[in-house]
């Protein structure tokens, strides 16, 4: 258990004071495993997540020049530890921002440390309350929903990348692809989690070419490996003589384009090609942006070349998201991605926040612990017991009954700002050295 301090030290130096801090994520919820509980990985422990709230004292605010704020919140290195300035804490609260929400109305078994001058606040907790905790809780439900269709249409489209990752790095460990080549033809992120991972360093040169890696290790694979890596500018080129008729292209022309011919540029979709130079291609994935051999405009121009430059660029993104998606999964929940085909964890979240909001119109307060039928259904999601079409067809019917509550007048559309704002001064001038 982390230990309770009473101040805490902002960015400027200044020594702020502690008010409250607690436990959050799964050890509040009730969703945390210990060692030897999940149900996939023997070695597996939940974390342990800290929040807290501080305040600054009135006379540093003051004395702080207008673009020198004091920090509105603060992180411990080390340690998952988030800490909230008051006012930012009062700000969040009183819009019902689920996170801030916790904070607020967790039991006291999860606090670590306490000034008593903050307990007025807890103590009236249920000020904040109002309809905005309708839209504020479905908004971050929307968000972790958009996040399990987003990685859903990922894993559908693109469902042989992990094999993919694998046998790039197999190719990388043998010496059979550059960490240039990697970033070329699939993706920079990917390279530096590959060499990341390989924690060795690599010769230079590679015993094969680009193409026969690819023969030697996706030959033999039932997918089509093109298309997990970023386009070749040649599919998305035409040319044409200086007249303007359409050139067929062919072994020939191309070869000149890779290997002989330098150019002018007039924009990003427009080529003036010449003579007398060393390819204007990058390996055929992306022209070059600093040519080798600038063209010689004296020269006489040997064709015309257009680009499909949205396309190709929109194409070359598409395949930076995905890599940039891939390498930014957390391990175990990717795991968990490739057993089930959606994000437990994001679906788990949805539930929590509709049902949590669902609770609060029905009970008048809200409790982010979760016990018995939904701490049931929580585990049930996290262990991949219902499919995808079965949480989003449920997320449905929850927003929708979260959304209707709002028309009964349980809550005030606005919590009460006028008596919020004397509690908090109440907060500040006790804290304060004014």
């Known amino acids: 258990m982390k230990e309770y301090k009473n101040t805490i030290t902002d960015s400027h130096g200044?020594?702020?004071?502690?008010?409250?801090?607690?436990?959050?994520?799964?050890?509040?919820?009730?969703?945390?495993?210990?060692?030897?509980e999940h149900p996939f990985w023997d070695d597996y422990e939940s974390d342990w997540d800290f929040r807290g709230v501080y305040?600054?004292?009135?006379?540093?605010?003051?004395?702080?020049?207008?673009?020198?704020?004091?920090?509105?919140?603060i992180t411990i290195e080390g340690i998952d530890s988030e800490n909230?300035?008051?006012?930012?804490?009062?700000?969040?609260?009183?819009?019902?921002?689920?996170?801030?929400?916790?904070?607020?109305?967790?039991?006291?078994?999860?606090?670590?440390?306490?000034?008593?001058?903050?307990?007025?606040?807890?103590?009236?907790?249920?000020?904040?309350?109002?309809?905005?905790?309708?839209?504020?809780?479905?908004?971050?439900?929307?968000?972790?929903?958009s996040r399990i269709k987003g990685h859903k249409v990922w894993l559908t489209k693109f469902p042989e990348i992990y094999q993919v990752q694998e046998l790039i790095t197999?190719?990388?460990?043998?010496?059979?692809?550059?960490?240039?080549?990697?970033?070329?033809?699939?993706?920079?992120k990917l390279r530096d989690q590959i060499v990341k991972d390989s924690n060795f360093y690599k010769?230079?040169?590679?015993?094969?070419?680009?193409?026969?890696?690819?023969?030697?290790?996706?030959?033999?694979?039932?997918?089509?490996?093109?298309?997990?890596?970023?386009?070749?500018?040649?599919?998305?080129?035409?040319?044409?003589?200086?007249?303007?008729?359409?050139?067929?292209?062919?072994?020939?022309?191309?070869?000149?384009?890779?290997?002989?011919?330098?150019?002018?540029?007039?924009?990003?979709?427009?080529?003036?090609?010449?003579?007398?130079?060393?390819?204007v291609f990058l390996d055929s994935r992306?022209?070059?942006?600093?040519?080798?051999?600038?063209?010689?405009?004296?020269?006489?121009?040997?064709?015309?070349?257009?680009?499909?430059?949205n396309n190709f660029k929109s194409k070359k993104d598409y395949i930076n998201s995905l890599w940039e998606w891939k390498v930014k999964r957390?391990?175990?929940?990717?795991?968990?991605?490739?057993?089930?085909?959606?994000?437990?964890?994001?679906?788990?979240?949805t539930y929590r926040l509709l049902d949590g909001a669902i609770e609060t119109f029905e009970n008048g307060t809200y409790t982010p612990e979760l016990s018995e039928k939904r701490l049931e259904e929580a585990f049930d999601i996290l262990s991949g017991k219902y499919t995808y079409d079965h949480i989003m067809k449920e997320a449905e019917i929850k927003t929708q009954t979260l959304l209707g509550f709002t028309k009964k007048g349980i809550f005030k559309d606005e919590p009460d700002s006028k008596l919020?704002?004397?509690?908090?001064?109440?907060?500040v001038r006790a804290n304060s050295k004014i």
């Open 170 to 188: 197999e190719a990388y460990m043998n010496n059979d692809i550059s960490r240039e080549d990697i970033a070329f033809n699939f993706s920079g």
């Open 203 to 279: 010769p230079k040169f590679v015993n094969i070419s680009f193409k026969e890696m690819l023969k030697k290790y996706f030959s033999d694979v039932d997918y089509d490996i093109y298309k997990y890596m970023k386009p070749y500018a040649l599919d998305y080129i035409t040319l044409y003589d200086f007249l303007g008729n359409k050139i067929q292209k062919n072994e020939s022309n191309i070869s000149f384009l890779e290997n002989e011919a330098t150019f002018k540029k007039k924009n990003e979709s427009l080529y003036f090609i010449y003579g007398n130079g060393k390819g």
């Open 330 to 349: 957390n391990g175990r929940r990717a795991d968990l991605e490739r057993r089930f085909g959606y994000d437990v964890k994001h679906a788990m979240h």
């Open 420 to 427: 919020l704002n004397e509690i908090y001064l109440e907060v």
């Open 84 to 145: 909230y300035e008051l006012e930012k804490f009062m700000f969040e609260s009183m819009r019902n921002n689920p996170n801030y929400m916790d904070l607020l109305f967790a039991n006291n078994n999860s606090l670590i440390g306490i000034n008593d001058s903050v307990r007025i606040l807890l103590d009236n907790k249920d000020l904040f309350l109002s309809n905005k905790i309708a839209k504020s809780f479905n908004g971050f439900a929307q968000s972790q929903m």
């Open 286 to 309: 992306a022209i070059h942006t600093n040519l080798p051999v600038k063209a010689n405009e004296k020269n006489k121009i040997e064709m015309i070349m257009t680009i499909d430059y």
């Open 14 to 36: 200044h020594e702020n004071t502690m008010l409250f801090e607690r436990v959050t994520g799964s050890r509040l919820y009730g969703t945390n495993y210990e060692l030897g």
């Open 55 to 73: 305040v600054v004292d009135p006379e540093i605010k003051i004395m702080m020049p207008p673009f020198n704020k004091y920090d509105p919140h």
